[in-house]
């Protein structure tokens, strides 16, 4: 006859190790795109070929230069974009990482964009 202890072992289950240098790797992406700017901004950086210029970003989402200026750096610090400069302008462009999460978030709503 089984007693209490061993109904308790077969439900509890110990979880695994959280490796703590890629839970704040993954949080400081997860964050950067949590924000309604930084995320359209991705989305804009990713639906152009060979980089977005920063005037044309500032136009496209009705914010200040300041609040792009920001929503960009904290993008590039989670490694989702790259930026190049040419002349006195800096272009923008997804990072393969970038893309792999917006494909798969395309892919979990069901959309071929």
């Known amino acids: 006859m089984a007693g209490p202890s061993d109904e308790t072992d077969a439900c509890c289950v110990q979880p695994g190790d959280v490796d703590p240098a890629a839970l704040a790797s ?19 950086i990713a639906s152009v070929e060979d980089g977005v210029c920063v005037c044309d970003l500032e136009t496209a989402v009705g914010v200040s230069q300041s609040a792009v200026s920001q929503a960009l750096s904290r993008l590039y610090s989670a490694g989702l ?21 917006l494909d798969t978030l395309d892919d979990l709503r069901g959309s071929d964009d």
């Open 81 to 101: 974009v790259t930026r190049r400069k040419e002349g006195s302008w800096r272009y923008y462009e997804p990072t393969e990482t970038a893309d792999r999460l």
């Open 26 to 44: 993954d949080l400081q992406v997860l964050s950067a795109m949590g924000n309604d700017t930084r995320y359209e901004l991705l989305r804009r």
